[in-house]
């Protein structure tokens, strides 16, 4: 066995023993429709716009394959959503198109950030919250006056990446900064990063969600009913698609296929390894 084979098992073996009843389905609590209709899709098909093969959307054309479009579910969202992606993101590994497919295609904006040319600008900054930690940031039930905004701007990528476009990007400081607040991920890729690192679709709905109870509050009015858990709703399919996956072949082969330096990196032991390549099929064809 090699020395990779081997400290593949071991952080296989340590996923198992991580998981209690609860975790096993740690989205199982929400109200997101039943994925059948994702599990019916067995191959690719040519997307509408751009011809490329792909397996439930398009990541460059956000357009839904395979089955129509209509089954899917529908989220409406408060507050216009723009994610900002960087440029060497791979749009493969990009959640955030999530929110795009499943909410009005018109509520969300997607931008490239590639400098020098390709730095997005917003008209009335001071009307927008970036969904950003850091030492002005606040948590939205802190914000007084929610009502007065009216857009949330995501950073989508890495880290690394994420903190160079919050950096670069002087329109972005005159943004009041908002976190949500810390939760653990159930993001399946390991992060070189603690846990508490959120995929951005897991982010954007928790902003939803907490913007929500914010205004709710504000007007004493009931509780968070779920109206934005099926933003979740392609998360959760590929999340136990990797899950079955895991537990059913252990012996399945990792890919070194789409690696990427510092981004996928076992939490455990920091090998080289990278995620399973189960999602492959998702992807692309590249
Ligand atoms: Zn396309």
């Known amino acids: 066995m090699s020395t990779n084979e081997e400290s593949r098992k071991r952080s296989i073996d340590q996923l198992e023993k991580e998981e209690d009843p609860?975790?096993?389905?740690?989205?199982?609590?929400?109200?997101?429709?039943?994925?059948?209709?994702?599990?019916?899709?067995?191959?690719?098909?040519?997307?509408?716009?751009?011809?490329?093969?792909?397996k439930y959307f398009c990541y460059k054309c956000y357009q839904v394959v395979g089955m129509d479009r209509s089954k899917l579910p529908h989220v409406h969202l408060p507050i216009h959503l723009d994610v900002i992606k960087h440029?060497?993101?791979?749009?493969?590994?990009?959640?955030?198109?999530?929110?795009?497919?499943?909410?009005?295609?018109?509520?969300?904006?997607?931008?490239?950030?590639?400098?020098?040319?390709r730095i997005p600008q917003f008209e009335e900054p001071e009307k927008a919250l970036l969904l950003f930690p850091g030492p002005s940031a606040k948590q939205l039930k802190d914000i007084p006056?929610?009502?007065?905004?009216?857009?949330?701007?995501?950073?989508?990528?890495?880290?690394?990446?994420?903190?160079?476009?919050?950096?670069?990007?002087?329109?972005?400081?005159?943004?009041?900064?908002?976190?949500?607040?810390?939760?653990?991920?159930?993001?399946?890729?390991?992060?070189?990063?603690?846990?508490q690192h959120l995929a951005t679709i897991e982010a954007i709905y928790y902003f939803y969600r907490e913007y929500f109870e914010a205004c709710q509050q504000q007007q004493h009015q009931t509780k968070y009913d779920g109206r934005f858990d099926n933003l979740l709703f392609y998360y959760k399919f590929f999340y136990n698609l990797i899950q079955r996956t895991?537990?059913?072949?252990?012996?399945a082969k990792f890919s070194h296929r789409h690696q990427q330096k510092d981004y996928i990196k076992n939490r455990e032991d920091k090998s080289e390894e990278k995620e399973e390549d189960i999602t492959d099929s998702s992807r692309n064809g590249k």
Request: glycine share 2%; proline share 5%.
């Open 22 to 54: 609860q975790k096993l389905d740690p989205l199982g609590d929400l109200k997101i429709d039943d994925d059948q209709v994702l599990k019916d899709i067995r191959q690719r098909s040519a997307c509408p716009s751009c011809k490329r093969s792909v």
């Open 87 to 117: 440029h060497k993101e791979l749009d493969g590994k990009s959640t955030a198109i999530h929110a795009k497919i499943i909410s009005d295609d018109k509520d969300v904006d997607i931008h490239t950030y590639c400098p020098p040319d």
């Open 145 to 195: 006056s929610l009502d007065s905004f009216n857009r949330v701007v995501v950073i989508d990528g890495t880290w690394h990446q994420a903190k160079q476009i919050a950096h670069n990007t002087p329109i972005l400081n005159k943004m009041q900064k908002v976190t949500i607040a810390p939760r653990k991920t159930t993001f399946w890729r390991f992060q070189n990063v603690d846990d």
């Open 246 to 251: 895991y537990q059913t072949n252990k012996t």
